[in-house]
């Protein structure tokens, strides 16, 4: 029998030379990430000093920065300053503070196809877009692969999404994985691995798939993953990168479920309050006023993401009473978008633009809502109280409809600008 590309990556690091779904392995990790919100500060630090235990090889580490980055009060500076403190401690010299982790992981190259990488953030899925096994664990299990370098898991079973035909004037990449969810469920991968093939996968480039793995973990899924390809090498080559394992899986890999999804009949959606697989079409939902609008994060704040809101915004400015907010999900995309003028287009269209930040994401700062207000953000979470109050309601888009409501002050199908 053959294997799936998360079978031959997690039998790589096992030592075997096949391994199927339900397995146990015990793998050796590649790399793993650390952020500020559940890394060193939350067992981690203290229990490594009781063991008296050695990190076993700092040079895979890397530990960065984000969720309480900039510092909105004493208390969130403390603890980014408790991780910097502690990463120089242990000769970790990849500390950054340079935006939400997944995307500075990528762009900096920290991660490489047919790895096994480790987070302590539940998107770590994220990676899974070149090629990776990649995701989230807690921070008693990171504390345990700092000391060993490995860890124990099931292999999982892998559901087969194929991505067919070519989407449409203004659908995008955000879209897709909100289609996935609402068709399966929120729990409908639970343990498992997402494969995305298909001939629609050959027109989306990077920026595209980190959008669908990141949503990965949203139905559950332990990983999700594309087959590297040249769009993959492209990529990595731009990175000055040559390295890296290009699994496939075989013709004959067994997989629990395949689901064909037309991207050329895909319409743009909306997840409304309080779960992301509570999905709509933006045309259905035109009715909801917001008051804020979010274009960022580790899901919709890449480059693509912000020159086609920009694009979209051009000649237009945002309703009265709607505030929209953009969070780059970088330094290196904020920088780059600066030069390209996107930012300046997006500031004359009434947009604020903030630090590359997870702040707003999940209501830690720079851009938390009040009870009754209603945001339309392209992060990846809507749940209750998620970006702010409880009495509040997030729903979840594509950058260019998140542009679309900031004009109109509903939510708005973009294709009414395009």
Request: net charge negative; charged share 20%; proline share 3%.
């Amino acid at each position: 029998m053959g294997m799936t590309i998360t079978e031959k990556i997690l039998a790589r690091a096992s030592g075997h030379e096949q391994v199927h779904a339900g397995e146990i392995v015990q793998a050796r990790v590649d790399k793993v990430m650390m952020d500020d919100i559940l890394g060193p500060r939350v067992q981690i630090a203290e229990h490594l000093e009781r063991l008296n235990a050695p990190i076993w090889n700092s040079e895979r580490v890397t530990v960065i920065s984000d969720h309480y980055t900039p510092p909105a009060n004493a208390r969130q500076a403390e603890i980014v300053k408790f991780t910097r403190e502690w990463a120089a401690r242990h000769n970790i010299r990849y500390y950054e503070f340079a935006g939400p982790c997944h995307q500075v992981m990528v762009e900096k190259g920290r991660v490489l196809p047919g790895e096994v990488v480790l987070g302590t953030d539940s998107h770590t899925c994220t990676y899974g877009a070149l090629g990776v096994f990649s995701t989230g664990i807690g921070s008693t299990e990171m504390l345990g692969v700092l000391c060993t370098g490995e860890i124990w898991l099931k292999v999982p079973e892998t559901m087969h999404f194929r991505l067919n035909g070519k989407l449409q004037n203004g659908v995008m990449a955000k879209d897709v994985a909100l289609h996935c969810i609402g068709t399966i469920g929120h729990n409908g991968a639970t343990y498992k691995a997402m494969e995305f093939s298909g001939d629609g996968v050959s027109d989306m480039g990077m920026d595209e798939r980190l959008c669908i793995a990141n949503m990965a973990v949203e139905s559950g899924a332990k990983n999700g993953i594309f087959a590297p390809d040249d769009i993959t090498r492209s990529y990595m080559e731009s990175l000055g990168i040559h390295e890296g394992m290009y699994f496939r899986s075989d013709d004959d890999a067994s997989f629990c479920r395949g689901i064909n999804v037309d991207l050329t009949a895909m319409e743009p959606l909306c997840a409304c309050p309080h779960e992301v697989d509570n999905t709509a079409r933006m045309d259905d939902v035109s009715s909801v006023r917001i008051n804020q609008a979010y274009i960022g994060s580790c899901t919709g704040g890449r480059y693509n993401d912000l020159k086609k809101a920009a694009d979209l915004l051009r000649g237009h400015h945002i309703a009265q009473g709607v505030r929209l907010l953009i969070s780059p999900a970088s330094r290196e995309i904020w920088e780059r978008c600066a030069r390209d003028g996107i930012l300046t287009s997006l500031s004359e269209a009434g947009a604020t633009i903030l630090a590359s930040s997870c702040g707003a994401c999940l209501g830690l700062h720079s851009g938390a809502i009040s009870a009754g207000e209603v945001c339309v953000s392209s992060t990846n979470r809507n749940f209750l109280g998620r970006m702010g109050s409880k009495d509040s309601q997030v729903y979840l888009a594509s950058p260019l409809s998140v542009a679309a409501s900031a004009i109109t002050g509903r939510l708005t199908d973009p294709r009414e600008f395009l």
